[in-house]
């Protein structure tokens, strides 16, 4: 089955620099990556995602870039404010469907202020 | 509209006990998508309906099962609960199967003594 690896684990960052978190995956036919943040006691929020057919996609301060061919994707987040505070979990799809979602182990992102 | 909705929130049980967890879905939204939450594991996918039918299932033991019904509304039962079984339960909806858009509810915290 897939197996998504995500980078770093925790991340702090100084109020108004960026931040970039990291994901690998492994199967090839997963064709849809969407990231989440998670506050303390909260659902899971999709933020932004991206198709396999994007390299790409930006959405104010925050963009995701894809590179199918080392089957690795990443997170930017620009201009940091300390509301961004939360974890952030990338995650794959599965060969059987987008529904069925493959989840990185996390990123726990703290803007100082 | 309103989110996803899960009950109870919070429940305590005994090792050996069964538990029956409940997640309305969004309106409109036909597809429903268990996944576990713990520490240790992550994010871990259970299983996803749509239509009433079981479409995937996550590896997890056959003591973990579900249904949808006809207002698509689903219900998770973990039977002869053990220690390990103690996790945030969350329940996430969308549109369409396979959209891969999900929209996850507050989730069910169970503790399993």
């Known amino acids: 089955g897939e197996n998504v690896e995500q980078h770093p684990s925790t991340l702090s960052v100084q109020e108004g620099d960026s931040a970039v978190i990291k994901c690998t995956y492994s199967?090839?036919?997963?064709?849809?990556f969407p990231w989440y943040k998670q506050e303390l006691g909260k659902r899971p929020q999709l933020i932004i995602d991206i198709r396999s057919n994007v390299g790409e996609k930006k959405d104010q301060r925050i963009a995701v870039t894809l590179n199918k061919t080392a089957k690795h994707f990443s997170l930017h987040i620009t201009e940091t404010q300390p509301e961004d505070s939360a974890v952030y979990f990338c995650?794959?799809?599965?060969?059987?469907?987008?529904?069925?979602?493959?989840f990185g182990t996390g990123t726990r992102l703290t803007v100082i202020p | 509209k309103a989110g996803v909705t899960q009950t109870p929130r919070y429940l305590i049980k005994t090792r050996g006990q069964q538990v029956t967890l409940s997640c309305s879905p969004i309106s409109g939204h036909r597809s429903v998508s268990w996944y576990q939450q713990t520490p240790g594991q992550g994010l871990q996918f259970l299983f996803e309906?749509?239509?009433?039918?079981?479409?995937n299932k996550g590896n997890f033991p056959g003591r973990f099962s579900g249904r949808q019904f006809s207002n698509s509304r689903s219900e998770m039962n973990v039977s002869t609960l053990e220690l390990g079984d103690s996790a945030l339960y969350l329940c996430?909806?969308?549109?369409?199967?396979?959209?891969?858009?999900?929209?996850f509810g507050e989730g069910s915290r169970l503790t399993v003594l």
């Open positions: 309906y749509f239509s009433e039918t079981q479409r």
């Open positions: 996430a909806s969308s549109e369409i199967a396979g959209s891969g858009e999900l929209f």
């Open positions: 199967d090839s036919a997963s064709n849809y």
């Open positions: 995650a794959a799809s599965g060969e059987t469907g987008a529904n069925n979602l493959f």
